[in-house]
T-cell receptor, first 108, second 114 residues
Framework: AQRVTQPEKLLSVFKGAPVELKCNYS??????LFWYVQYSRQRLQLLLR??SRESIKGFTADLNKGETSFHLKKPFAQEEDSAMYYC??????????FGKGTLLTVNP | DAGVTQSPTHLIKTRGQHVTLRCSPI?????VSWYQQVLGQGPQFIFQ???????GRGNFPDRFSARQFPNYSSELNVNALLLGDSALYLC?????????????FGQGTRLTVV
């Protein structure tokens, strides 16, 4: 079975502060991990995927297979980062499994 | 390009009724996936179709079915509606299905069962 856990339902930080959204997964094989974002009144959209090792909008995420984690990080949060963030896992069956999401609020 | 489009945007049905939700993928995308999102939860996978064939099915009862048409649009059908089927139903498309993650989602259809 594949499972994604996002332990924080809500996360609030001040503008300019570092932010880390936690994601832990459970999967017996080699998963693909993704972060999705949903801004207010907008559609769900792919933010980044672990295999591309890219930085999008200043966010990065490293897959740690030992700790089975894929935390999303940004060194300096901006108000426009306020959104719902979902971590997702795709296994060999190509089914995407999402976590419950973390609502990030960046305060001015 | 209008992106992934879903219809209708909102729907109210009575328990026991049947509902059909529709999705048009981005032009050139051959894969369509359906997700159910209950309030406070992440999206839950229902089906994936690629080139008109079912490629994946989530843990949903047989009341849920889907199909993909030659133009790659898709329908999700739910029979014998239950109150618990009330949710936002999302459609996502990708070019190749298994190679690409679902990068493009529709705005969703909000289904309320009363």
């Amino acid at each position: 079975a594949q499972r994604v856990t996002q332990p924080e339902k809500l996360l609030s930080v001040f503008k300019g502060a570092p932010v880390e959204l936690k994601c832990n997964y459970s999967y017996s094989g080699s998963p693909e991990l993704f972060w999705y974002v949903q801004y207010s009144r907008q559609r769900l959209q792919l933010l980044l995927r672990h295999i591309s090792r890219e930085s999008i909008k200043g966010f990065t995420a490293d897959l740690n297979k030992g700790e089975t984690s894929f935390h999303l990080k940004k060194p300096f949060a901006q108000e426009e980062d306020s959104a719902m963030y979902y971590c997702a896992l795709r296994g060999s069956n190509y089914k995407l499994t999402f976590g419950k999401g973390t609502l990030l609020t960046v305060n001015p | 390009d209008a992106g992934v489009t879903q219809s209708p945007t909102h729907l109210i049905k009575t328990r026991g009724q049947h509902v059909t939700l529709r999705c048009s993928p981005i032009s050139g995308h051959k894969s369509v996936s359906w997700y159910q999102q209950v309030l406070g939860q992440g999206p839950q996978f229902i089906f994936q179709y690629y080139e008109k064939e079912e490629r994946g099915r989530g843990n949903f009862p047989d009341r849920f079915s889907a199909r993909q048409f030659p133009n790659y649009s898709s329908e999700l059908n739910v029979n014998a509606l239950l109150l618990g089927d009330s949710a936002l139903y999302l459609c996502a498309s990708s070019q190749q299905g298994r190679g690409d993650p679902e990068a493009f989602f529709g705005q969703g259809t909000r289904l309320t069962v009363v």
